[in-house]
């Protein structure tokens, strides 16, 4: 699925390299973003300004939450938690096809060897019960 993305755009992906490690993958995403940055000194300067707005508005207490929520109906709630559910899953990072061949391989060579020992213990222990009791 992710091959039909690449695909689309050839230009922008052929002079990068894809970056392996999830640490990779969250700096390159950071450095696309400049407003992300914690360098920048804009970003600094509007963070400051904002807080010192708010410390100058703020002169009344604030509203109890009954005031100002209202019942949300059921099925506003089900749209609200599928556009969350969706968002989520845009932050996953997916494990490209051949991680997850490998996986797959470990997982079934894992539960092979499990199966073997259970099967060894169950046969030894059942043949000690017969010679014991006989």
Known sequence: MSE?????QPEEREGASRPVTAAARRE??????????KDSAEAKKAAAADSDAEE???GRPTRSRADSEKR?????????YIREVVSELRKVIWPT??????YTGVV???????VALV?????????GMFRVFG
Request: proline share 2%; no cysteine; net charge positive.
């Open 72 to 80: 949300v109906g059921f099925f506003a709630r089900i749209v609200r």
């Open 4 to 8: 039909g993305r690449e695909q689309d």
């Open 56 to 58: 100058t508005k703020k």
């Open 28 to 37: 390159r995403r950071g450095s696309a973003r400049p407003a992300g940055r």
């Open 119 to 127: 099967f060894g213990l169950d046969t030894a222990f059942a043949w």
């Open 108 to 114: 079934l060579v894992f539960v092979a060897f499990m």
């Open 97 to 102: 096809r051949k991680q997850m061949i490998t």
